[in-house]
Each structure stands twice: as C-alpha cells, then as structure tokens.
Nanobody, 121 residues
Framework: QLVESGGGLVQAGGSLRLSCAAS????????MGWFRQAPGKEREFVAA????????YYTNSVKGRFTISRDSPKNTVYLQMNSLKPEDTALYYC????????????????WGQGTQVTVSS
C-alpha cells in the first residue's frame, strides 16, 4: 500500500514537500517514483529513487527544483518541490516497482491514490 500526502495550494515560487509512505509488499520493491497528471494530459514521470542505492533520476522540467529522497526506517519517500510553477499543477502519484529502469520508463506495480498540487500564478 502506498499513501501520499503533502499536497495543497501554493503560490508560484513557493514550496511543498510530498510524502509517500509504503507498507505491505511494496516494501520489498527497490524503486519508488513520483508521477503527475494534469487535467486533460497524460500521466508523466517526475522523479525516481532506488531504495537500495539511493540513485535518483528526474525529468528535465523539474531538475534543479525538485529533490527526491528516502527515509528507509520510515519506509517513506519524499518529493521536495521548490520554485513551483503553475505548470506543476497536477495530481501527484507515487508508485513502486522492482526495477528502477521500469519506474523511469513510467511503469509501476503499485500506485497510491494521489495528492493534489495546485500552483497559482
């Protein structure tokens, strides 16, 4: 089970930190990713992290602004989002997969319900 939290309404230039708490079988999966879907658009990959190695990967549009991190004892992955822009507005999901490359490619075996991020201009 994956449970996201931390979304909300923020002005452009502001910051939010999303959390994704993992439990159950999802704990055994190596990779965790964040994805987002804006109204009328397809879901897109945002960032990924390997539980085991800490390797990270970001889509170009968030590099330098977003940081993905993990707290292994808490089985929680975070997405720190700074310098937010209106185009970051979307429903943000976390997902997990055994393969880091598969998460980067947009795949997930387990998905959370999502948390809404709205950035006003």
């Amino acid at each position: 089970q994956l449970v996201e939290s931390g979304g909300g309404l923020v002005q452009a230039g502001g910051s939010l930190r999303l959390s994704c708490a993992a439990s159950g079988r999802t704990i055994d999966y190596d990779a965790m990713g964040w994805f987002r879907q804006a109204p009328g658009k397809e879901r897109e990959f945002v960032a990924a992290i390997s539980w085991r190695l800490g390797t990270t990967y970001y889509t170009n549009s968030v590099k330098g602004r977003f940081t993905i991190s993990r707290d292994s004892p808490k089985n929680t992955v975070y997405l720190q989002m700074n310098s937010l822009k209106p185009e970051d507005t979307a429903l943000y999901y976390c997902a997990t997969h055994r393969s880091f490359q598969s998460v980067v490619a947009g795949n997930g075996d387990y998905w959370g319900q999502g948390t809404q991020v709205t950035v006003s201009s």
